[in-house]
């Protein structure tokens, strides 16, 4: 049988050979702190054009959703009341 290893050394935990390494708790508040500063400058906030044309996209197709269920709500309706109006 072959062993397979994970191809991060540093990961384990995916099988029982490689248990998995126990974290380090955080003990200096300030530290964690600068550490999430830091990532939020990483952070890239779309512009007010990307926005504005998710938001119309969002919405335009909401609406394409509604209309079209509200079509097939209605045939299904109409062919129900068919149905159910015949009879044998």
Known sequence: MVERRSP???VGGSIPSAPAKKR???RNPLRFLQEVKQE???ITW?????T???S??????ATLAAVFFL???QIL???????LTLNF
Request: aromatic share 10%.
């Open 77 to 83: 309706r109409f062919l129900l009341n068919l149905v």
């Open 40 to 42: 939020a400058f990483k």
């Open 24 to 26: 380090k708790l955080m």
């Open 71 to 73: 079509l097939l709500d």
């Open 8 to 10: 991060k050394p540093e």
């Open 52 to 54: 504005v044309t998710g």
């Open 46 to 50: 779309p512009t007010k054009k990307d």
């Open 56 to 61: 119309l996209m969002v919405f335009g197709l």
